[in-house]
């Protein structure tokens, strides 16, 4: 058994396009843009390889215009789902003993085909049905899950192999060996990233693991691309089956298998400890202890010092609370500002905000569109209303909704005066931030308050210009977010920059986007080769 470790160059981030008027990259994604607007794919469940038709057709639509029609798909049945839990027991097999060396050129063949002829692809199907702007888009679906094929290769063929026992005494050599879990993993995603979607597969893949793939009912277009994707990229036949369906009927089949092995789960918080506690009722039936990855809710907040860059925390609050119509995990949705700058950065706040164009994604010139349905558009729209009853809090900008075309929620900022007030700590995913205004004394007070009105704990921000008192704060939040950001917003995360994961009600923080991640999808088994083994049992003192 050797010890010989293949070290690959470590990668650059992928380059954002920024699709400015007249060039390339914008003439080719207006193209494909019209063309994806006239299309409406039928969509399989694809087990083994194999698409299959059952019947059981739903309709995704476009959330800034809801009377089309993207794709129809067909939801999978419990017989469809245990296909596909069989396929990826059989693929198992080949899969889980090919060297990594096989499994990444995989993934670095589909960081290729995105960089390339599929970038559009992803980008389109993604500002369709997801209502991305262009540029979100762009850093979702391409430079992200580029970033995560190509930094997950660096970390599986090179820094996880290093971590190896330190010793080995004269006469023995010891090793780690990376073994897949023995089962497949469950992968439950998310609408609001494409890139995350794919790589809730592909990690576990990556390290030698095969998936079950449920995609939500509202990103089924793009997941779609991005599997069809990975299938020219060589991956074989039932190491990622394709099932999506009904999330109660799809979730039931396949954790009553025992050959279930892991979740790897982004969502929402109360959905993620369901799937826990069914998950502990069954666990006597499983061959192993599966393992459980999540990434869920957050209530992220910004903490201003008196001493703050007023203009750069107004531009962040901004981009940070509204960026994707506020549909980001880790979002600005509450925000903490001393009353000595309230009256300035309430200014440039409500011009900001009210300036935002909103509208239809192929529009390049708009900063956000439509939320993703109708459930999400009547819980935003309820609590914007339940802020305009309420006498401690004031709408300062926004508040209007209209879902005549699509389910358009303008950008909104609360003024609360009460910082237990409902959108104050209530995860809303949409585009409306609450703002508490503190008395410059009562610092202390505040920074409690930033650390106990959420159960989240996912990101967070603080705008400060002294060093020792960003110390400070940092110290006293240490435990309110698993992504801190100073004189930043809270969202962007870079895979191998900054790795993505909070901990509290936001999840098992085991970090996107790092070795973290992937070390959760292997059973390391220690090895002992002994070159002068014992021939008395007797030891020394005996004598």
Not at 128 to 157: M, P, W, Y
Request: net charge negative; aromatic share 10%.
């Amino acid at each position: 058994m050797g010890n010989q470790i293949f070290c690959p160059v470590e990668p650059d981030n992928e380059a954002i396009l920024d699709y400015a008027p007249g060039s390339a990259e914008r003439a080719s994604i207006e193209k494909r843009l019209d063309s994806m607007w006239s299309e409406t794919p039928e969509i399989p469940c694809v087990v083994d390889g194999k698409e299959i038709f059952t019947g059981n057709i739903r309709e995704q639509r476009c959330p800034h215009d809801h009377s089309r029609v993207l794709a129809r798909w067909h939801g999978a049945t419990p017989e469809v789902v245990k296909m596909a839990v069989d396929a990826a027991n059989e693929a198992w097999i080949d899969w889980a003993s090919a060297t990594q060396q096989v499994r990444s050129a995989v993934m670095e063949k589909a960081a290729v085909l995105l960089s390339g002829p599929w970038r559009d692809e992803l980008n389109a199907s993604t500002m369709l049905g997801q209502s991305k702007t262009v540029i979100q888009a762009e850093i979702d679906a391409a430079c992200e899950l580029i970033d995560f094929f190509r930094f997950n290769n660096h970390f599986a063929l090179g820094q996880i192999p290093q971590e190896q026992p330190l010793k080995n005494p004269p006469g023995t050599r010891n090793h780690i060996d990376y073994r897949p879990l023995e089962g497949f993993v469950y992968a439950v995603a998310p609408f609001n990233f494409t890139s995350i979607a794919a790589n809730l597969c592909c990690a576990p893949v990556l390290m030698g693991n095969t998936a079950i793939w449920k995609p939500s009912k509202t990103s089924i277009l793009s997941n779609w691309y991005a599997f069809r994707m990975l299938e020219e990229a060589g991956l074989p036949p039932g190491v990622i089956n394709f099932v999506p369906g009904d999330p109660v009927e799809v979730t039931s089949a396949v954790l009553s298998s025992p050959s279930f092995a892991g979740l790897h789960y982004t969502g929402s918080t109360e959905v993620f400890r369901q799937l826990w506690k069914q998950i502990g009722d069954q666990i006597e039936n499983y061959r192993s202890y599966p393992r459980i990855v999540g990434e869920t809710g957050g209530k992220d907040f910004i903490f201003a010092h008196p001493n703050a860059d007023v203009a750069a925390l107004a531009t962040a609050a901004v981009r940070g609370a509204f960026e994707y119509q506020g549909q980001k995990c880790s979002a600005a949705s509450r925000m903490y500002i001393p009353e000595s700058i309230w009256p300035q950065l309430k200014e440039l706040l409500v011009e900001a905000t009210r300036s935002l164009p909103m509208g239809d994604v192929r529009d390049f010139k708009n900063f956000v569109s439509a939320v993703i349905d109708e459930s999400a558009y009547q819980r935003i729209q309820q609590a914007i209303d339940r802020s305009k009853e309420d006498p401690k809090c004031k709408i300062i900008v926004g508040g209007e909704c209209d879902d005549s075309q699509g389910w358009y929620i303008s950008p909104t900022v609360i003024e609360c005066e009460d910082p237990r007030s409902y959108t104050m700590e209530t995860e809303l995913f949409g585009p409306v931030l609450s703002v508490f205004v503190y008395r410059d004394t009562a610092m202390d007070e505040c920074l409690d308050l930033v650390d106990s009105t959420s159960p989240y704990a996912l990101t967070g921000a603080v705008f400060c210009s002294d060093s020792d008192a960003t110390d400070a704060i940092s110290a006293r939040l240490r435990y309110s977010a698993g992504n801190f950001y100073i004189n930043d917003k809270p969202t962007g995360a870079v895979v191998a920059q900054q790795p993505f994961g909070g901990a509290r009600a936001s999840g098992t923080d085991d970090k996107a986007g790092s070795a973290l991640n992937l070390m959760r999808w292997v059973a390391p088994r220690t090895v002992k080769e002994n070159f002068s083994p014992a021939t008395d049992h007797r030891y020394p003192h005996m004598e």
